[in-house]
């Protein structure tokens, strides 16, 4: 052990070395010297604990210089999902359009009337940028925007139910990715869960037997990420519908995703769209702007003036408000809605989603191809397979849509070994593994994703 120990560099000499010096005209000298100190550190501790028998000096400049450079890029960071999962939640959700970046640009890199009225030369609303084309688009009368649907629930409950009674169906109290429970977000609004019927079933007798004076809003919670398949019942939307207005109290819905568009038009199974519940009658409804809307992260909220309008005067709504960037995004992306051909061109998840299988299996030759290109086929089996893709984001969870996938089983190398190589590159490539081979959807590919991935392949290959 003090064999090992005195090995150990000073901090002196690992500064002096030409290599590590280098960083110090491209980090703060500070930081550079306190990364070498925690490296050998490190190492000091790995020895002690008898959990290193042996290194070199070599090692510790290379461990040194990786975690400089891990300094050196942002935290945040683009990535190449190659899943084949659309909306994936953990890779960033929806990608926005080019136009919409261009308009956070300008807005953010500028000023801008974010709360001033310029035809009366006076303070104004941020709300007010998209209220128009949201209700334009859904056929709502008013509408509100805020950081996410959590807190749209979140600012619709408070405002309509909070002390009072919200009735929803046992098999509508859903988790959405953990955080997001709907019997706990009711119950951070201040409003009291009243749970009906069954899991499986709940019938409009159940919705009735429960209401009384302290009931203050009925709520129905689309089953974004899971389905009851079987011996199931659901009370209509008309149904509710009726009955809360028999009784003269609002409907609630969240919908999740925030369809806007007839799915079945891009070759997709039909989800529930928000015009058609607005149509319906339903008071409320809220969505995210950042799954099946293609947009950034927010949450909208449209329904009837008289509920819209108190939203706006909690005081939660300021605690909860959305900010230039994502107005300004989001104000762009709707914009594609009024021009539903423009759709596949303008927003990348509907290009991605609508692709047909003819695109796909081209795509993925050219994939494969370029993969072999740069690699020799001693190395590696490429193979272009048809397959399938999720739309994800907790949207169509059963819905699986064809598609083509290159195979790739590297000879000397695990699948295991490739897919986390892959996944440290200098933009990431996260891909999917099943069984031998791993697996490039070409689906979630953008143009630019072909040529990284190949070359990144052969270098870690
Ligand atoms: C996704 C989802 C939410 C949460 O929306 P965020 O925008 O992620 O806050 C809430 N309810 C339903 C039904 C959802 O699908």
């Known amino acids: 052990m003090n064999n090992l120990l005195s090995k150990l560099p000073k901090v002196d000499t690992v ?10 005209n491209k980090l703060p000298r500070k930081i550079v010297v306190l990364t070498v100190r925690n490296i050998i550190d490190k190492y000091r501790l790995s020895i002690l604990t008898k959990n290193l028998t042996d290194f070199s000096y070599e090692m510790v400049i290379e461990d040194i210089k990786l975690e400089l450079n891990k300094t050196l890029k942002p935290k945040l960071r683009r990535v190449i999902n190659a899943t084949g999962t659309v909306i994936h939640t953990n890779l960033g959700r929806s990608p926005i359009s080019i136009n919409a970046i261009n308009h956070i640009f300008e807005i953010g890199t500028r000023y801008n009337n974010l709360e001033y009225n310029l035809d009366e030369g006076k303070r104004g609303s941020r709300y007010s940028h998209v209220e128009e084309i949201i209700c334009q688009i859904t056929g709502a009368e008013a509408a509100l925007v805020v950081n996410n649907n959590a807190a749209a629930v979140m600012l619709v409950l408070s405002t309509l139910a909070k002390g009072k009674e919200a009735i929803v169906s046992r098999g509508q109290l ?5 955080s ?3 019997p706990s977000v009711m119950e951070q609004s ?9 899991t499986n079933r709940t019938h409009l007798y159940d919705y009735e037997n429960a209401i009384n004076e302290n009931t203050a809003a009925i709520l129905k919670v689309h089953q974004s990420n899971f389905k009851i398949l079987g011996f199931t019942e659901e009370v209509s939307i008309d149904e509710l519908v009726d009955l809360s207005h028999k009784n003269n109290i609002p409907l609630i819905e969240d919908i999740g995703s925030g369809v806007l568009v007839d799915l079945t038009k891009y070759g997709l199974n039909y989800e529930p769209t928000v015009q058609e519940s607005i149509k319906k009658g339903v008071d409320i409804v809220t ?3 950042d799954k099946l809307l293609g947009g950034p992260q927010a949450g909208i909220i449209v329904g009837k003036r008289q509920y819209i309008d108190k939203m706006k005067k909690n005081q939660l709504t300021r605690a909860l408000r959305i900010d230039k960037f994502t107005l300004a995004g989001l104000e762009t992306t709707l914009k594609a809605y009024l021009d ?3 759709l596949k061109e303008e927003i990348p998840i509907f290009k991605m ?3 047909d299988t003819n695109t796909l299996k081209r795509n993925a030759q050219k994939l494969a191809k370029l993969i072999k290109t740069y690699i020799q086929d001693d190395k590696i089996i490429v193979d272009v397979k048809d397959d399938y893709s999720t739309v994800g984001g907790g949207a169509m969870p059963l819905e699986t849509i064809p598609t083509y996938v290159v195979a790739i089983k590297p000879k000397h190398k695990t699948v295991e070994e490739l897919e986390k190589s892959l996944r440290m590159c200098e933009i990431p490539i996260i891909v999917r593994v099943s ?11 953008f143009d630019d994703d072909y040529a990284i991935i190949a070359e990144n392949i052969k270098n870690v290959i």
Do not use: C, W
């Open 174 to 178: 859903v988790e959405i990715g953990g």
């Open 15 to 24: 500064l002096g070395e030409e290599v590590i010096r280098e960083y110090i």
């Open 287 to 289: 969505f995210s702007g």
């Open 180 to 182: 997001f429970r709907i």
């Open 353 to 355: 989603l609508s692709m």
């Open 190 to 198: 201040g409003a009291i869960l009243v749970e009906v019927g069954t």
């Open 340 to 342: 539903e051909e423009n």
């Open 435 to 445: 069984r031998d081979y791993l697996l490039l959807d070409v689906r979630t590919l």
